[in-house]
């Protein structure tokens, strides 16, 4: 079935690195743009990142620009997130989803999230 | 950036009632407008994309209107699984798609 699962969350110090990956089944997933979207501890959803189909293009919210990466590879299904100098503020639960441009790029499968925790 | 603003942010209410959400766009959107439900520890679910079309396998009850700035979900006769988060996201143009801050639908 159409999937997608998260991983690569944890616990990390202020200042370090994580990547996060998001692993893709069940469907075309080199045809797709995808997103990474966070949700802080009780707030609401925050868009994060997307990458299209090809990863020509790029986009960040202002929050992660600069110190994240998405990319992908679709020999894989996978797509990632690199985020670097993390802060405490990073701290939440980050789902991809898969970005349905005929739908007007509303997000139509999402993944079950992974935690991510920035504490010292 | 485009700010969305949803009210109410919090609502209580009983099953059956008729149930009615807006979200306001800093500037307007066109009908870039997506609906989403969210339940405690569980993913964002799409129930409405384009403002108004709803997605196969969603509820009719679930309806979504609006173009422009302003855009409504109204849940017609809520039901008992429809107690949840609803979020609001313009998609309108080059990111970043902003989402409302969310309104929760909880018993009365």
């Known amino acids: 079935q159409v999937q997608l699962v998260e991983s690569g969350g944890g616990v990390v110090q202020p200042g370090r690195s994580l990547r996060l990956s998001c692993a893709a089944s069940g469907f075309s997933f080199s045809t797709y743009a995808m997103q990474w979207v966070r949700q802080a501890p009780g707030k609401g959803l925050e868009w994060v990142a997307l990458i299209w189909h090809d990863g020509s293009n790029k986009d960040y919210a202002d929050s992660v620009r600069g110190r994240s990466t998405i990319s992908r590879d679709n020999s894989k299904n996978t797509v990632y997130l690199q985020m670097n100098s993390l802060r405490v503020e990073d701290t939440a639960v980050y789902y991809c989803?898969?970005?349905?441009?005929?739908?007007?790029?509303?997000?139509?499968?999402w993944g079950q999230g992974t935690m991510v925790t920035v504490s010292s | 950036d485009i700010q969305m603003t949803q009210s109410p942010s919090s609502l209580s209410a009983s099953v059956g009632d008729r149930v009615t959400i807006t979200c306001r766009a800093s500037q307007t959107i066109d009908n870039y407008l997506n609906w989403y439900q969210q339940k405690p520890g569980k993913a964002p679910n799409l129930l409405i994309y384009g403002a108004s079309s709803l997605r196969s396998g969603v509820p009719s009850r679930f309806s979504g209107s609006g173009s422009g700035t302003d855009f409504t979900l109204t849940i017609n006769s809520l039901q008992p699984e429809d107690f949840a988060t609803y979020y609001c996201q313009q998609t309108y143009t080059t990111p970043p798609w902003t989402f409302g801050q969310g309104t929760k639908v909880g018993v009365k």
């Open positions: 989803a898969r970005d349905r441009s005929g739908w007007l790029h509303s997000s139509d499968i």
